[in-house]
């Protein structure tokens, strides 16, 4: 069955940059696109970018825009997100989701919680 | 950007109520529109996708339902179950926005 396991907790300080692992099994890892998604507290869900795990190449959302950086490494099947000068409002929790060829994420990871703060 | 709004964003009722959900698109969205639901602590679940088609393991009492012009949509519980209380969002997946979401709570 398709597993998506997500690294553990992170906090970190203001300015600091943050990477979050997410590991897939269960289906041909290269064969769908990864997307994560974020949700900061008592807010909606938040799309941040997706990768090509065939390729590498990347889109993020505008508001990441050079500070969220998507890499996989598909000798492990693992895909990475690293968000930079972090900041409060970055606090949230953070998923990764598989995208079925049409586009919407049939499965998610966990989650991962990132809490900013000094 | 599309923008999605959901209403509304919270929901009171009784097991046994229908309840209805509702989204629109700023843009006509082709009906690629999925609707997942989310429990505290949890990964968010599939529901549905393409506007109508309902994920395996969901069961029927939800359905999906899209309009002609690609802009309104619509989620359908016809019995709400003690397991439906959660909270659902809808997405639209030409660039992958969510809406605002709605919590279904108990009355």
């Known amino acids: 069955q398709v597993q998506l396991v997500q690294s553990g907790a992170e906090v970190k300080k203001p300015g600091a940059s943050v990477k979050i692992s997410c590991k897939a099994s269960?289906?041909?890892?290269?064969?769908?696109?990864m997307h994560w998604v974020r949700q900061a507290p008592g807010q909606s869900l938040e799309w941040m970018g997706w990768?090509?795990?065939?390729?590498?190449?990347?889109k993020s959302s505008q508001n990441f825009q050079g500070r969220v950086t998507l890499t996989r490494d598909t000798s492990s099947n693992t895909l990475y997100m690293e968000l930079s000068s972090l900041r409060s409002e970055d606090t949230a929790v953070y998923y990764c989701?598989?995208?079925?060829?049409?586009?919407?994420?049939?499965?998610w990871g966990q989650g991962t919680l990132v809490s900013v703060s000094s | 950007d599309i923008q999605m709004t959901q209403s509304p964003s919270t929901l009171s009722a009784f097991v046994g109520d229908r309840v209805t959900i509702t989204c629109r698109a700023s843009?006509?969205?082709?009906?690629?529109v999925a609707w997942y639901r989310h429990k505290p602590g949890k990964a968010p679940e599939l529901l549905i996708s393409?506007?109508?088609?309902?994920e395996g393991g969901f069961p029927s009492r939800f359905s999906g339902n899209g309009s002609a012009s690609g802009t309104d949509f619509s989620l359908t519980i016809s019995s709400l179950q003690p397991d439906d209380f959660a909270t659902y969002y809808c997405?639209?997946?030409?660039?992958?926005?969510f809406g605002g979401g709605t919590k279904v709570e108990m009355k």
């Open positions: 989701a598989r995208a079925r060829a049409a586009g919407y994420f049939d499965n």
């Open positions: 269960g289906y041909t890892f290269t064969g769908y696109a």
């Open positions: 990768i090509n795990t065939g390729n590498g190449n990347t």
């Open positions: 843009q006509g969205v082709n009906n690629w």
């Open positions: 393409k506007a109508s088609n309902l």
């Open positions: 997405q639209q997946y030409y660039s992958y926005s």
